[in-house]
């Protein structure tokens, strides 16, 4: 399991094998400082309290299995020896949790212990009978069914594995395959958060560097605006899984070292070329789907594979679209260029971490407004458009054939005038350098917005009260609760955002098995075989190119130069797979389109990375595709000078049409400057 060949951890052999010089240990006290003046750290007593709830939560489910097992028949002997385990992952099992954040718990029961009633009714009670217990709000619906509650003021997410055992032992090690023998789908998603969560740290080098470099760049993340796997960004686990693949490619580096070249790296990566820390194992005796885009049509239209190292392997960051992927490639590219300057002493760490200034950031906005009658409407309501989210930039991504560019805000804004009450918000700007055809310049956003609350309003558990609105707001009409204290700050010299540099044509080595491409020996040409991701042609693999490996070697830390690192990283993130087709994001679209027909599913970043790639509930499909094919182009004739949006009527959706259509708003209006145009005039 430790995935270690040949002396080192991953699938490739390392970048670099240099240790820290004297400046790297001051940059990295130096970042140290930094996060801890953040207050990214938790106190001493706020570890004692989380400890101590989860001792107190290790003897309620011991409780609840018992008292579960007396109920079902069982004789005292049995009841007695009946156990259940509690099993922390993500941020917390990592040790990169901050003051204040949830605790991400899996419960393990034997095969009597069913979910729906002894899980979901029986603990539930029990939990709900305890005064140390608030805010309990079970969601068994889920994609990953989920219990969340406070505990002693600490917030837990409780998750349930029903395990084909008689008996839990109480030394149960879940990192073994053997644990998912006769295991339904959702007891292996609950699994495979603690298994991933397990598996990273053991196969990073060090896990003392490896846990300051992820509290760093999730801190960064945040910082940025690119922390959410539910808005199409990446989440923890996704965060954590680059930084260890970071780790490996550097197993002696400082996180001063570290964060530097995962901005390098990742700046570079020709993606959907996966991230992998270990070799994708299937074993079909167990019956589990992995990973795979030669055998599952659906993992080919995925923009930024992540793979999770336990079996069965998945892609972590499914939510990934074009449009937040452009984000990220972009603020990696920003991160890369101020590692540089700080090498140079041009910058600091203050620089790298300032806050993204998302509302100076583009001249139009999508504003979608959601409000319920009380606080338990509204936060089912809410979990339920924030997982749908993803479906309006989508839309929008197809409709415009990539033209418009969506950059959702990972996250909403609460106006205190208004109870019960949201809002979320979505950058839009033209593509750079697009040239559209002549006529071509008219984007109708009617039908795309109506088509989202179509997939909005198939809420089965939706109550009066629920609405919905989407309206668009230019950049000097954001509403001022949006901003701190409510007052509008004075607008700063708007950013430059760096363009999307192309990858290098010659780098071609890519994916998990393309070690070979990177050993010491001799100069010679070797192919690089590396799965198909679009086909099937003729096997398993297809020859992509050919790297001319030198034979000076890449591991040898005394001849290891800067030109040597360059060289080696465009041979592991370069790559030359075929591009995603469009058709393949379509259908991606059909597919979730065809999933939204069931009860909301709440999911936290934890949680939801490391599930099976859905963004549903499982129904069967409806429709939708045939009102998809049925829709007109949104492209209309019109002179070449400007893009607008026709006026979009603005409806708040209930359970009353009329009521919608006398509510008076502002309709949407949305005029975007062409490229051509952009040099000379603004709108």
Same mark, same amino acid.
């Given at each position: ?13 390392? =970048? ?14 130096? *970042?140290? !400082? ?9 106190? +001493? ?51 990169? $949790? ?7 718990? @899996?419960?393990?029961? %034997? ?11 029986? #603990? ?7 005064? /140390? ?69 053991? @196969?990073?080098?060090?896990? +003392? ?32 899984? #680059? ?30 070329? %996966?991230?992998?820390?270990? $070799? =994708?194992?299937?074993?079909?005796? *167990?019956? $589990? ?54 090498? /140079? ?20 906005? *999508? ?74 310049? $008219? ?16 809420? !089965? ?28 700050? +004075? ?32 100069? /010679?040409?070797? +192919? ?25 070697? =890449? ?36 597919? @979730? /389109?065809? #999933?939204? !027909? ?86």
């Amino acid at each position: 399991m430790a995935n270690q060949t040949n002396g080192h951890l991953g699938v490739t052999e390392p =970048i670099s094998l240099s240790g820290p010089t004297e400046i790297d240990i001051i940059r990295t006290q130096e *970042l140290e !400082t930094f996060l801890n003046d953040a207050g990214l750290y938790p106190s +001493q007593d706020d570890a004692i309290s989380r400890e101590e709830v989860l001792g107190r939560l290790d003897q309620v489910v011991k409780a609840w299995i018992k008292r579960v097992s007396r109920a079902k028949g069982y004789n005292e002997q049995f009841v007695q020896e009946a156990n259940a385990k509690i099993f922390t992952f993500g941020s917390y099992r990592l040790g990169v $949790h901050g003051p204040g954040a949830d605790i991400d718990t @899996l419960c393990v029961g %034997p095969r009597h212990a069913s979910r729906e009633e002894d899980f979901f009714i029986v #603990l539930h009670s029990m939990l709900a009978e305890m005064p /140390e217990v608030a805010e309990l709000h079970p969601v068994p619906d889920a994609h990953v069914p989920v219990m969340k509650f406070k505990f002693m003021g600490v917030s837990i997410d409780l998750l349930y594995a029903k395990l084909a055992l008689l008996v839990v032992p109480e030394d149960l090690d879940i990192t073994q395959n053997s644990i998912l023998e006769n295991v339904d789908e959702q007891t292996a998603r609950s699994l495979n958060g603690c298994r991933v969560t397990d598996l990273i740290l053991r @196969l990073v080098p060090n896990i +003392q560097n490896f846990r300051t470099t992820l509290r760093c760049m999730r801190y960064w993340a945040k910082r940025r605006c690119v922390y959410s796997n539910v808005s199409g960004f990446l989440g923890g686990i996704n965060w954590a899984l #680059l930084v260890a693949r970071v780790c490996q490619l550097y197993p002696n580096a400082l996180p001063s070292t570290l964060v530097s070249r995962f901005f390098k790296v990742f700046a570079n990566w020709r993606w959907p070329n %996966p991230v992998m820390l270990c $070799h =994708i194992e299937d074993i079909p005796s *167990l019956g $589990h789907t992995v990973w795979d885009p030669r055998r599952y049509y659906r993992d080919r239209f995925q923009h930024m594979p992540i793979i999770t190292p336990a079996y069965p392997a998945m892609n972590s960051s499914f939510n990934v679209s074009t449009s937040t992927l452009r984000v990220m490639t972009e603020e990696f590219q920003r991160g890369d260029e101020i590692c540089k300057a700080m090498e /140079e002493n041009k910058a600091d760490w203050k620089t790298l971490f300032e806050q993204y200034p998302f509302f100076e950031s583009y001249k139009h906005y *999508l504003q979608i407004d959601i409000m319920a009658e009380n606080e338990d409407d509204f936060r089912q309501w809410h979990g339920w458009i924030e997982s749908r989210l993803r479906i309006l930039t989508l839309k929008i991504e197809k409709y415009t054939y990539n033209m418009l560019q969506v950059h959702p805000f990972p996250g909403d804004f609460c106006d205190k005038t208004k109870p019960h009450s949201c809002s979320f918000f979505m950058g839009l700007q033209k593509k750079q350098g697009s040239q559209p055809n002549e006529g071509e310049n $008219h984007f109708d956003m009617r039908g795309t917005v109506e088509e989202f609350k179509q997939v909005v309003h198939t809420y !089965t558990m939706w109550k009066p009260g629920m609405e919905i609105h989407i309206s668009h707001v230019k950049r000097k009409d954001i509403p001022r609760f949006v901003f701190p204290g409510g007052v509008r700050p +004075q607008r700063p010299a708007r950013p430059v955002r760096p363009s999307r540099s192309k990858p290098p044509e010659a780098a071609t080595a890519i994916m998990g098995n393309v070690a070979s491409a990177l050993a010491n020996g001799s100069s /010679e040409k070797k +192919q690089v075989l590396v799965p198909d991701l679009h086909s099937n042609v003729n096997g398993d693999c297809l020859i992509v190119g050919e790297i001319a490996v030198g034979s000076s070697g =890449i591991k040898d830390a005394d001849l290891f130069s800067k030109e040597a690192e360059d060289i080696a990283i465009k041979k592991l993130t370069g790559g030359s797979l075929p591009e995603v087709e469009v058709s393949d994001e379509l259908d991606e679209l059909h597919y @979730l /389109e065809s #999933l939204g !027909t069931g009860k909301a599913p709440e999911t936290t970043a934890s949680t939801s990375a490391v599930a099976a790639p859905s963004d549903g509930n499982g129904e069967e499909a409806g429709e939708m595709q045939n009102q998809i094919n049925s829709k007109s182009s949104p492209l209309k004739r019109k002179a070449p000078a400007e893009l607008e949006a026709l006026e979009l009527v603005p409806t708040f959706y209930g359970a009353n049409p009329s009521a919608a259509e006398n509510t008076q708003r502002r309709p949407l209006k949305l005029k975007l400057t062409t490229v051509t145009k952009a040099t000379t005039q603004s709108t």
